[in-house]
C-alpha cells in the first residue's frame, strides 16, 4: 500500500470513530477521497499526517472502544491543534460543508485563504450524513417516493463504527 | 406531458415595438407569475394576440437551466427561499437574508425593499421567468365565505364587493390549472362548501407521521374563545402538487398531470416524491409552477414573449385617461446596466407583477389613482413560531413542508377582537426558526462536544424528534402600511424601489399571542420540550401585554390596489379593472382587501380567471378575432393535453 492510499484509509477510519459511521457507508458517499483533499487543501499535509499518526497510536494503545472514545476526547478532540480540525471533519461529513476555522486557530496554524464556509460540490450536501442518521432525504434531492413520509422513520445502527482491538496484520 | 413543451416563442424588443405599433396585440401583460401567466392563456385560447413583458430572463424555461437552480441551492451556504436563483441587479428581489432589526427613524437599503419600519417585513417574492410561484410552497387553500365580509361581520378591515358564492367556479378554474390534490370530504369546513359532485383533480397527500403524531396528541383539544368552543382536529392542506389523479374529476373524465418541462423527454414531477424542499425549489417539478400555464399559453402560438424588459413607466393619455402606452427597458445581460427605452401599445394593459411591483410601477408613473389608494393598505400574513421536541422520533425532515394542520382558529366570534389564525405543522422541523438541522449538527458538535456514536443517536434525538407550528395570522387592511416610492432609492437601470412601512395593530398581536397560548398547550398535550424563544435582538420583536414575540413575513404581500365599489373607496372593481383607466387591469393579490387566514394563490388565481373572462367579454364587444365559445375548451377543462 502506497503511502497516499494508507493516509486515506487512516482518514477513513478516523472519519468513522468520530460520526459512527463505517468505511463501507463512508465510502458508499463517493467523497472520501474528495473530503481529504479537501482537509489537506486547507489546512496543509503536516496537520493532516500528524493528526492521522496520533490518531492510529491512540488506536494501537486502546483496547476496548470505551478507553479509545477517552483517548481521541483528551488527545484529538480535545487538543488545541487538533480539536478544531476533528470537528470540521465531523461536520463536513454530517453536513457537506466546510465551516471556517476559528480565528486563534487561523493565527496560530496559518490557514489558506479558501478557508471559508462553503458546501465542497452539489454532491457534498446531498451525502451529509446527518440525512442518513435520520433515515430522511436530504431536503431536495433523493426524493424518497411518494406517500413515503406516511411510515414511521427506519432510524437503525447497522453501519455504526465499530473498534476493533488493534492487531499488527491489520496495516 | 412529455413531449417538447418548454418552446416559448420569444420575441425582440425591436420587434414587439413594431408589433404594437401595428395594433398586433390586444393586451399587453407585465409579468410572467401565475396572475400574468394565466391571464395569458385564457386570452390566447380565445384567440387574442399578447405581448407579455418579463423583467427576468428566461433561460430556466429549459431543463437544463431549471437545473442550474438547482445547482445553485445545493451549493448556496444560505437555504433562504431565494437562494436557487441568481442575482440580478436589473430586476433585483427582496431576501430574507438583507433583513436586519432596524434603527427607529432610520430606513435600512440594503436590501431591494427599503425597510422605513417601524416594523422590519423578511417577506419575499422571486422575480424569475414564472415569478413566485417557482419558491411558493403551494398550500393551496380557498378563503372562508367569512373571509369576504369582515367588515360587516365582525367590523374589522374590509369587505370584498363579491362573496364566496361569485368566486366559486373560478375557484375551480384554479384548482384545474394548478393540479390542486386534495380531498372534497376532508376539506369542506366552516362554510367552505363546493358545487355538487365536485371533486378535486387529484386526491389528497397522505398526512406525514409526524402528522399521525401529532393529531394523537391534539385532537380533541378544547379553547374556549368569545364563548364559542372551539375543538381542535387535526387536517389535511390542499396541495399544489402532483398526486394520484382522481379518476371522478370532470364527470368521471380523469385528470392528466403535468410533470416537469423540458426540451427532451424527462418524464419527471407527474408525482411528488417528498423531497421536503417545495420551498426553495421542486428539483423535479410536482409543484405546480407559472411556468406550466405559461408554456401552454405559448402553444397556441398568440403569446409573445419579451424577458429581460422590465416595465418602467404606465403613461396616460390625458384626453381621456386610457393607458396609451407602457415603458419598458431592456438589457443585454444581468452582468451589465446597458439598456434600451422602448414603449408599447395594445388595447388593454395588464399589470401582474405583484402587490409589490404593480404599486412601485403606478407609482413611480405618478398614478396614485383617484382613491389615492394605491400602494396603501399592505397586507401580508403575519407567522408566530413556536418549537419543541417531541418525546419520541417522529420523522421530521421527510415528506413535503406542510402536510396538515389545524383550522379551527380561522372562524368565529373570536374575529371581533383578535386576528384569526391557520397553524401548519412543519415537516421541515425548527428550519425556519433556527437553521435545522445544520444548525443542530453545528451546535451538538461544537456546543455540546459530541462524537461517535453518543453524537449519531443526538442527531436523531435532536432532529427526528422536532416539532415546529408555524401559526399563520390575519393581517387587516391599514392604510399605514404601505408601499412608496422615492426618488433617493432606484436600482441598476434608474427604476425606484418600493420602500416598505410595516406595523403590527394590537389586533395581530392579539391574535399571535393567542397563537403562542395554543401551542402551549399543544406542547404540554404532546409532552414535547418547549425550545421557544423570542429575543429583543430579533428583527421582528415585539411585546405585547408584557410577553416577548417575534413575527415572520409570510411572503404573501396584498392590499395595495385593493378592489372595492366605487372609486373612492378602491383602486381596481370587482375585475380588477382600474376605476380611473379604463384599458388597465391590476391583477393580483394586490386587488384582495381582506386576505382571511388563507394562503393568497388560489384566491388571486379565481380572481385572474373572472379578470379574464370580462376582459375577453369587453374586447369582443370591440369586435376583435375572439374565437366562439365551442372552441374554447380552457374553461370547460379540456387542456392540459
Not at chain 1, 442518513?132 to 411518494?146: C, L, R
Not at chain 2, 414587439?16 to 409579468?31: E, F, L, P, R, T
Not at chain 2, 409570510?554 to 382600474?578: L, P, R, Y
Request: charged share 20%; net charge negative; hydrophobic share 35%.
Amino acid at each position: 500500500m502506497d503511502n497516499q492510499t494508507y493516509l486515506v484509509q487512516q482518514f477513513t477510519e478516523l472519519s468513522g470513530a468520530l460520526t459512527d459511521f463505517n468505511a463501507f457507508a463512508l465510502n458508499g458517499t463517493g467523497l472520501v477521497q474528495c473530503y481529504y483533499d479537501t482537509l489537506t487543501r486547507l489546512v496543509g499535509h503536516a496537520i493532516v499526517e500528524e493528526l492521522l499518526s496520533t490518531f492510529v497510536s491512540l488506536y494501537e494503545s486502546a483496547s476496548n472502544h470505551e478507553q479509545f472514545n477517552e483517548a481521541l476526547r483528551k488527545h484529538i478532540l480535545g487538543d488545541e491543534k487538533f480539536g478544531p480540525v476533528a470537528r470540521n471533519i465531523i461536520k463536513l461529513w454530517y453536513t457537506g460543508t466546510w465551516y471556517q476555522m476559528a480565528h486563534f486557530w487561523r493565527d496560530a496554524y496559518g490557514m489558506s485563504e479558501e478557508d471559508m464556509t462553503f458546501f465542497v460540490n452539489s454532491a457534498s450536501y446531498a451525502e451529509g450524513l446527518l440525512w442518513q442518521a435520520i433515515d430522511a432525504n436530504p431536503s431536495g434531492a433523493k426524493g424518497p417516493g411518494y406517500g413515503s413520509w406516511s411510515a414511521p422513520p427506519n432510524i437503525h445502527f447497522d453501519n455504526g463504527w465499530q473498534f476493533k482491538p488493534f492487531t499488527h496484520t491489520s496495516k | 406531458m412529455s413531449e417538447a413543451n418548454s418552446t416559448m416563442k420569444q420575441v425582440t424588443p425591436d420587434s414587439a415595438v413594431q408589433n404594437s405599433a401595428n395594433g398586433k396585440y390586444d393586451a399587453v401583460i407585465i409579468g410572467s407569475g401565475i396572475s400574468g401567466a394565466i391571464t395569458a392563456k385564457e386570452l390566447t385560447a380565445k384567440g387574442l394576440n399578447v405581448l407579455m413583458l418579463e423583467a427576468a430572463p428566461a433561460k430556466d424555461m429549459s431543463y437544463k437551466g431549471f437545473k442550474s437552480y438547482l445547482s445553485n441551492y445545493y451549493e448556496n451556504a444560505s437555504k433562504d427561499n431565494n437562494s436557487p436563483y441568481p442575482n440580478n441587479p436589473n430586476a433585483r428581489m427582496p431576501r430574507s437574508t438583507d433583513v436586519s432589526k432596524l434603527k427607529p427613524g432610520v430606513a435600512d437599503a440594503k436590501g431591494y425593499l427599503v425597510q422605513n419600519g417601524p416594523l422590519a417585513l423578511d417577506s419575499t417574492y422571486t422575480r424569475v421567468t414564472g415569478g413566485t410561484t417557482m419558491h411558493w410552497e403551494a398550500k393551496i387553500l380557498r378563503m372562508l365565505p367569512d373571509d369576504f365580509s369582515i367588515k360587516t361581520k365582525y367590523g374589522v378591515g374590509l369587505d370584498w364587493p363579491i362573496n364566496y358564492d361569485d368566486l366559486m367556479p373560478f375557484y375551480q378554474m384554479a384548482e384545474r390549472e394548478i393540479g390542486v390534490s386534495a380531498d372534497v370530504e376532508e376539506q369542506g369546513f366552516y362554510g367552505i362548501k363546493y358545487e355538487p359532485g365536485y371533486v378535486y383533480p387529484m386526491h389528497g397527500l397522505p398526512p406525514s407521521y409526524l402528522d399521525k403524531i401529532v393529531a394523537k396528541g391534539i385532537d380533541g383539544a378544547e379553547f374556549v374563545l368569545n364563548g364559542e368552543t372551539h375543538t381542535v382536529k387535526v387536517r389535511p392542506f390542499p396541495q399544489g402538487r402532483n398526486g394520484i389523479p382522481n379518476e371522478r374529476y370532470n364527470n368521471g373524465q380523469g385528470f392528466t398531470p403535468v410533470g416537469a418541462l423540458s426540451t427532451y423527454q424527462v418524464e419527471q414531477g407527474g408525482r411528488c416524491q417528498g423531497n421536503n424542499n417545495c420551498v426553495p425549489i421542486c428539483p423535479v417539478q410536482a409543484k405546480y409552477d407559472a411556468r406550466k400555464t405559461l408554456v401552454a399559453a405559448a402553444k397556441t402560438g398568440r403569446l409573445d414573449f419579451l424577458p429581460q424588459a422590465v416595465a418602467s413607466k404606465v403613461v396616460v393619455n390625458e384626453h381621456d385617461n386610457n393607458i396609451q402606452h407602457i415603458e419598458f427597458k431592456h438589457y443585454a445581460s444581468t452582468s451589465s446596466t446597458e439598456h434600451t427605452v422602448h414603449q408599447v401599445h395594445g388595447k388593454i394593459f395588464v399589470l401582474a407583477t405583484n402587490a409589490i411591483e404593480n404599486a412601485r410601477l403606478m407609482l413611480a408613473s405618478k398614478l396614485p389613482s383617484s382613491s389615492g389608494l394605491v400602494g396603501k393598505n399592505l397586507m401580508d400574513h403575519t407567522y408566530l413560531l413556536a418549537w419543541g421536541l417531541l418525546p419520541e422520533a417522529a420523522g421530521t425532515m421527510r415528506g413535503t413542508k406542510c402536510t396538515s394542520g389545524i383550522a379551527d382558529f380561522r372562524h368565529g366570534e373570536g374575529r371581533k377582537s383578535q386576528a384569526p389564525f391557520g397553524v401548519d405543522i412543519h415537516n421541515d422541523g425548527w428550519g425556519w426558526a433556527t437553521g435545522s438541522p445544520f444548525s443542530d449538527v453545528e451546535s451538538l458538535v461544537d456546543a455540546e462536544n459530541k462524537f461517535g456514536r453518543a453524537l449519531r443517536q443526538s442527531v436523531v434525538n435532536r432532529i427526528s424528534n422536532q416539532l415546529l407550528f408555524a401559526f399563520m395570522v390575519e393581517q387587516t387592511a391599514d392604510e399605514s402600511n404601505c408601499v412608496t416610492v422615492d426618488e433617493a432609492y432606484l436600482d441598476a437601470l434608474g427604476n425606484q424601489r418600493p420602500v416598505i412601512h410595516y406595523q403590527l395593530s394590537d389586533y395581530s398581536k392579539a391574535g399571535i399571542a393567542y397563537s403562542r397560548h395554543t401551542s402551549k398547550v399543544f406542547f404540554q398535550r404532546l409532552g414535547a420540550k418547549d425550545f421557544s424563544s423570542y429575543s429583543p435582538l430579533d428583527y421582528g420583536h415585539f411585546q405585547y401585554e408584557g410577553e416577548d414575540y417575534y413575527f415572520r413575513g409570510g411572503n404573501h404581500f396584498s392590499g395595495t390596489h385593493i378592489m372595492g365599489t366605487c372609486a373612492a373607496n378602491s383602486v381596481v372593481d370587482e375585475n380588477q379593472k382600474s376605476w380611473d383607466h379604463n384599458n388597465l387591469y391590476l391583477v393580483g393579490s394586490g386587488s384582495m382587501p381582506s386576505i382571511g387566514t388563507s394562503n393568497t394563490t388560489l384566491t388571486l388565481a379565481a380572481l385572474c380567471y373572472k379578470t379574464s373572462k370580462h376582459i375577453i367579454e369587453t374586447l369582443s364587444q370591440y369586435s376583435v378575432g375572439v374565437v366562439s365559445d365551442s372552441d374554447y375548451k380552457i374553461a370547460k377543462g379540456a387542456s392540459h393535453e
